[in-house]
């Protein structure tokens, strides 16, 4: 038995692999094949985690949020206006603040896909019970 079929329902792209071509110390050329993965094996691998990279971002967000506040404080509590360490703690702060507003957005985004697509799925069971009693 051939492991072809198996590659098939796992959906192993069907393009060739790309090759990756590096000079060794010694000038010798070394090729690395670099696998291809498909949008179904990250799915399998990944437990269908790559669509909610928003609720991964958030505790990221706070903790830099957090972090940015705390260093904000910190320089300004010594008087040291556009020193360093202001200006590292302002862009902490407004990095935590973008981070939590794509979040949001994204969330936002995904909430309305999925009212659609219950939106869809309901008007297609109405016409169908419309049908039967019809």
Known sequence: MTDEPIKEILGTPKSPKPVAMEKNANGEVVVTLVPLVSEIQLAAATGGAELSCYRCVIPFAVV???????????????????????????????????????????????????????????????????????
């Open 64 to 134: 830099v949020l957090i972090t940015g506040t705390v260093v904000t404080a910190v320089a300004y509590s010594f008087n040291s206006h556009g020193s360093i360490i202001s200006i590292l703690g302002l862009v902490l702060l407004s990095l935590g603040l973008f981070l939590l507003a794509s979040s949001a957005l994204c969330w936002k985004v995904r909430q309305r896909s999925k009212k659609a697509k219950r939106r869809e799925s309901q008007t297609t069971l109405v016409v169908n019970q419309r049908g039967w009693f019809a």
